[in-house]
């Protein structure tokens, strides 16, 4: 099987690296994201500008969970850019080489974590300047077609009362949504039950609901909880144990009829490769900012192709639209609007799905006023 990022030698104008400049922004949540771990009332951004000599500017935004982690990957972005200054932009170039040269850069403190997430934006970033330099929406640059991808919303639904979690279901429907994805990992096994089916009774029958437990289970919890939803109806649970336990997610794939579906985590493609050697789940969602950017999800989605599971996004769906529509197994966009009220167009849903842009690159731009009204000091 050819690399996938290789095979991308359609003829682009030269572009050679001069910057990198970031800011980070604190933009309110029109919903409380509550999980097991922690609840999130405001999304800490980064957004990324990479400039060329050419004039040409790539960006991107990264989702940094809380202020700390936004100004670390900024510190990382400023040493980075001493390795890639001066570097030529191409397809085989970043995928091969400039990636492969930032590694190693990093290598003695590892490329995961931060360091993980500040290169694969600066991957994205890169993917974007190329495809806007070709005149081409990002998804045709990537030798596919812009078609619409069916999304979840999943915008809030964290844990809380009963009432109010039915309510905030209703509401997310609007866009036309026909699929929410709720968060589990209540005290109990019956907070749990009473969640989905305090969703289930107040939504359509034909909406689906994914459940996530952000890994708070342990394997016979994950087993005991998971017999006891399995009439619920569930899409899928996510990330029931610790993410890198692919023996324990692989025994509660196999003894449970709910598809188990986990990725967000993987670190770059090797990671997922390693879960499809264990048959660790059902479904597979990787994270663009961590398998790798563009250039890791290009390769991640050929691993699932090969052995036919389903592929979904985790976050950025500015990007991961046009992501999707260039994977085989496309499955799931999961969307969120947290970067929406910082974007100069933000990316409409129509009847439940979202469609690659029509115009050069990804479609993320700034809208300066609210970047200024959001930034952090």
Not at 172 to 179: S, Y
Not at 240 to 248: K, L, T, V
Not at 345 to 370: D, I, L, Q, R
Request: with cysteine; proline share 6%; net charge negative.
């Amino acid at each position: 099987m050819g690399d996938p990022v290789v095979a991308l030698t359609q003829m682009v104008p030269s572009l050679t690296i001069r910057s990198i400049r970031s800011r980070a922004v604190s933009v309110p949540m029109r919903f409380a994201l509550g999980t097991s771990a922690q609840t999130v009332r405001a999304a800490p951004l980064l957004l990324i500008d990479l400039e060329t000599e050419e004039g040409i500017t790539g960006r991107t935004y990264l989702f940094c969970y809380m202020p700390m982690g936004a100004a670390l990957v900024a510190r990382v972005l400023e040493d980075a850019l001493g390795a890639m200054k001066g570097e030529r932009i191409e397809p085989a170039h970043i995928g091969e080489k400039t990636g492969a040269k930032l590694a190693r850069h990093f290598r003695l403190i590892a490329a995961s974590g931060v360091i993980g997430l500040a290169l694969s934006a600066l991957d994205v970033a890169c993917w974007d300047a190329m495809a806007i330099a070709a005149g081409k929406p990002l998804v045709e640059f990537l030798r596919g077609t812009r078609k619409a991808i069916p999304a979840y919303n999943s915008n809030g639904l964290g844990l809380m009362p009963q009432e109010k979690l039915a309510d905030e279901a209703e509401e997310l429907l609007g866009g036309g949504f026909r699929a929410v994805k709720l968060r589990l990992g209540y005290a109990t096994l019956a907070g749990d039950l009473a969640a989905v089916r305090a969703v289930r009774k107040r939504l359509p029958d034909d909406v689906a609901i994914m459940a996530d437990y952000n890994q708070v289970l342990t394997v016979e919890e994950a087993l005991e909880r998971g017999r006891a939803l399995e009439s619920e109806g569930l899409a899928w649970i996510e990330e029931p144990i610790e993410h890198d336990d692919y023996a324990g997610c692989a025994r509660i794939a196999r003894e449970l009829a709910t598809p188990i579906q986990i990725g967000e985590n993987f670190v770059g493609p090797n990671a997922m490769a390693s879960a499809i050697a264990a048959q660790a789940a059902d479904y597979m969602m990787p994270d663009a900012m961590r398998i790798g950017g563009v250039s890791g999800w290009l390769r991640a989605a050929s691993l699932v192709s090969a052995v036919q599971i389903p592929l979904s996004s985790h976050l950025l769906p500015e990007v991961s639209s046009a992501l999707l529509a260039v994977s085989p197994t496309a499955h799931w966009l999961e969307y969120v609007d947290w970067a929406s009220a910082i974007l100069a167009e933000p990316f409409p849903v129509v009847n439940g799905m979202v469609t690659p842009p029509a115009m050069p690159g990804s479609g993320v731009n700034w809208n300066e006023e609210a970047v200024t009204r959001y930034r952090m000091e």
